[in-house]
Every structure is written in C-alpha cells, then in structure tokens.
C-alpha cells in the first residue's frame, strides 16, 4: 500500500517514513500541499499523512482541496470511499482539531510523537482488525463533512457501512440486512431523514427495533432529547463533536450489539442442546423401563419357586435393584421436568394440619426403626392454598431423609408456625448421623455426589434436595438447613400461605 507523507521539514519526513517502511508501507514525499496535489494526481495513494503550516498552501487548504470534486476521483487508489488523511502537526488545541476534523481528516496527532504511534494509526486505517465480526453500520447523514467523517471513524474500527439521504431507501436496505446490522447513525435535523421519524420507523419495525440508535444533534435540540429516547434512541452526542467521544461511543455500541449477538446465538444453542436431552432422558426411560420391569417380573415368578434360601436372596437382591434403578430414573426425569418449569402449579385448598399429620401417619405405619415422630402446631390458621401434589412431594421427601439418616429409636419432630399471616414456616429437625460441614455447601446442588447410604444401608440417589428446593422456590418459597454430626439435622421451609404465581 502507497502512503504520501507531507511535511515541510525533512526531519520529520525521514521520521515517518521510517517508521512506515518498517511497517511493509511503500512511502512517498511531498514538501507542500501543492507539492502534494501535484504529486497524487501523477502517482494516487491509500493514506497521506498531512502538515497543518507550511509554506503556501497550509494543510487545511490542502485537505480541503482533497476532497474537492476536482481532485477526490484522481488520488484514491480506493473509489469505494474518500482518501484517509491523518494531521501530524506542531498545533493543537481543540479549535485546531476540530477545523482538522471539519475539513475531513481521521485522525489528528501533534508533534512530537513517540515511535510506533503513526504506524498503529496507519494499520487500524489500512489494515483494521475486524472485531466487531461482520458487522454493518447505516449512516444517515445528508451533510458530506460529517458523512466523510464518521464514514472515515467506522473504517477505523474494521467494519463496513452504507449512507443514505432517504428513510425509505435505508429502511429497505436496513431490513435487507438486518441481521448483520449492529448500529444505526442518524443526524437529527435533516429534512429528508428526521430522526424522529426514523426512530419510529425503526422502533416499530420487529427486524429493526433490537439494532443501537446513536442521534447526533446540536444544543438547540436538547429539548428534544427526551422525545429521542422514547422513540428508541439508544444513544446521543452533541455536535460538534470530539472525535475522541464518537470513537469510543460508536466503539461501545458496536461491542455491546456484538455481544449480545453472541449471547442469544449461545441460548439457541442452549435450547437445542435442552431439546436433545429431553429426547435422551425421554428415551432412556423408555427404554430402561421395559427390560427393568421384565427383570421384576420374571424374578418375582422364580421367587415363588424357588425353595433355596440362598437362591431366594439373590431374587430379592435383583428386585432391590431393579427398583433402585427404576428410582434413579424417575430422579433424573423429576428434575430435569423441575428444573425446566414443566411442572404446572395448580392451587387447592389445604388444611396444613390435617395434611401434615395424613403424611406422618405413613411413616408411623412403616416405622421399622422404632422412631418416634412429633408434630407441634403454632398455627392462626391452618387453611393454606397450595399444590397439594408438590407440598406433598416436598414433605415426603424431608421425611424420608429424616427417617433414612436417623437410626433406630430417634426422634424426628415436625412443627407449623404462622409469620404475619402472610407465610408459614415449617420445620423438619431429627436425631440422626447429621451432615458433614463440607458436604452442607453442595447439599441442593445437582449431582453433587455426596449421596451416601441411611443408618440401615438405605440407599440414595442424592437429587432429592435439589428437586425439593427448586419445587419450593416454584412456591415462593425458601429452604434452609442448620446440622452437625453426630447430633442430626434440621431443615426450615417458609412458602406463603396463598399460591405463587411467579
């Protein structure tokens, strides 16, 4: 790529090109601007490097006369966009630069600058990364410095774009392109492109409502700032503008859009990935199921057949199993329906007492540890609306990790209490083996794999406590739990005492 560096003094050619030839550039020189002009229109190039004060024609003039109708298809080696000139100069102040800007320059740097900085700026004009992936940006912008500019601003950061003087033309290309579309720059007071109306053209447009708005307007629109942001602007800069903040706002918005791209592309892939296992479990139960309940069936036949003591064990053994198994997938199937929100939450009215104590009397009826079970009641009022299926499967599964870790002769002791008649509390505290104090941070987690066997060598698949705190969050309710070995365990549930609706 060509690059013609102007500079009156030799020094700083020389310093330049240098730093540019390094960088693989192939590097011209030019004296003055009329050394300049005479130079491109014999040899164009992709990128100048622009003195402000020299001799005769000043950079300014100089710049100005670059993009002129005259010169502008002559010295470009690039037609699809104006020729890129950077300003390395002695002046500097904010008058300088934005009369640099005004004119149509991409980048401003002041002398002295330190070694590498004019080649980084060539390589983000000449060679940008392309960060922001593919990209495209929609300038609607009528006035042809300022198109210039932020048209030079967007090549710098490595992504395409398309001006417009026209709402109905931009629509149509926006929509076109909507999917690679990640920002939309709209001028505010445009007669052909108001950006009110393009607003809400876009805001009520389902392909481009979700695409970053940045309006540019002046002080005598700010007024009207308000009425930007409820048609959907989404950010705004006052000109005129430092080229400095439009960077890093274009810059900003590029990269957020981006990212949330990306995301959404990630929760696709998510649900997919979801989908397909919905269809693996699916099938697993299925087909798990049917050789599982022939096992059952065919060992409960020799059961009754079989005399040998031994051999009779080893049936029992094989069924123990086999409902082992059948218990397993029915955890791993539970859960992912919990945890999906699949399960449908119908109230019902419940006696909380009367249900509570219905409940306890199951266990007491198998109670082959000899364990004693309590019930205390501090209720104002014991009548609850409820799922009467999950408050059942929570209870039941409090219970029987009670029952299972408490040994023989314990005491388990369930009490209600009333909070504020809004919320209930219920507590389920035993005497048993207790929980390890590593173990207690992973207790609701999935597949933790801290399962272990009861007090009589239960046996345990270990997703009963992640299914029972996600079914009492679907209530709106909380699960706590306070243990120490060796002394037993205590778990609180608080749910409201009317149905949660999420």
Not at 212 to 228: M, R, S, T
Not at 413 to 419: E, K, L, Y
Not at 455 to 484: A, P, R
Request: glycine content about 6%.
């Amino acid at each position: 790529m060509k690059i013609l560096v102007v500079d009156d003094q030799f020094v700083v050619r020389q310093l330049i090109r240098d730093e540019l030839e390094a960088g693989g550039y192939e590097v011209f020189e030019a004296s003055s601007g009329q050394d300049a002009l005479i130079k491109l229109v014999q040899n164009p190039v992709d990128l100048i490097t622009l003195d402000i004060a020299m001799p005769g024609m000043n950079g300014y003039t100089t710049c100005s006369r670059l993009r002129s109708e005259r010169y502008r298809n002559f010295i470009n080696n690039r037609k699809d966009r104006d020729l890129p000139v950077i300003f390395i100069t002695a002046a500097d102040s904010p008058k300088e630069r934005q009369k640099g800007f005004d004119v149509g320059a991409i980048d401003y740097f002041v002398k002295p600058f330190k070694k590498g900085t004019i080649l980084k700026a060539v390589n983000n004009i000449l060679r940008p990364l392309n960060q922001h992936g593919d990209l495209l940006v929609a300038i609607l912008y009528s006035d042809e410095t300022m198109r210039v500019n932020l048209s030079n601003e967007i090549q710098k950061q490595g992504v395409h774009f398309e001006c417009f003087n026209d709402i109905a033309t931009a629509i149509e290309w926006m929509e076109q392109h909507h999917q690679r579309l990640g920002l939309i720059l709209i001028d505010h007071h445009v007669e052909t492109l108001p950006a009110l109306e393009v607003l809400k053209a876009t805001k009520e447009n389902p392909l481009l409502m979700e695409t970053p708005k940045l309006v540019f307007w002046d002080k005598e629109e700010a007024p009207n700032l308000i009425h930007f942001y409820a048609a959907g602007c989404n950010d705004s800069l006052q000109t005129p503008f430092i080229q400095e903040e439009v960077t890093q706002k274009i810059s900003t918005l590029l990269n957020n859009f981006n990212n949330h791209k990306k995301r959404l592309e990630m929760l696709n892939q998510l649900k997919e990935l979801d989908s397909l296992k919905d269809k693996f479990l699916s099938a697993c139960s299925h087909d798990l199921r049917n050789p599982i309940g022939a096992i059952v069936g065919f060992s409960s036949l020799l059961l009754d057949e079989v005399e040998n003591q031994e051999h009779q064990e080893f049936l029992t053994m094989i069924q123990q199993s086999c409902q082992e198994m059948t218990q397993m997938i029915d955890s791993l199937l539970s859960i992912d329906k919990v945890k999906s929100g699949k399960t449908e939450v119908q109230s019902s009215t419940i006696n909380l007492q009367s249900e509570l104590q219905e409940i306890v009397n199951k266990y007491i009826s198998n109670n082959y540890k000899n364990l004693t079970y309590t019930l205390d009641f501090y209720l104002t009022n014991p009548i609850i609306q409820m799922d009467k299926g999950i408050f059942q499967r929570i209870i039941n599964n409090l219970l029987s990790n009670a029952t299972k870790f408490t040994p023989k002769l314990g005491v388990i002791t369930i009490s209600a209490n009333t909070i504020d008649d809004i919320f209930f509390q219920l507590s389920i505290k035993d005497t048993g083996m207790g929980i390890p104090k590593d173990s207690l941070p992973l207790l609701f987690d999935e597949y933790s794999g801290i399962g272990r066997l009861g007090t009589e060598g239960e046996t345990s698949v270990g997703l009963g406590m992640s299914i029972t705190k996600t079914l009492i969050s679907n209530l709106g309710g909380t699960i706590s739990v306070e243990s120490q070995e060796n002394l037993g365990t205590e778990f609180s549930i608080i749910l409201p005492l009317g149905i949660h609706n999420g």
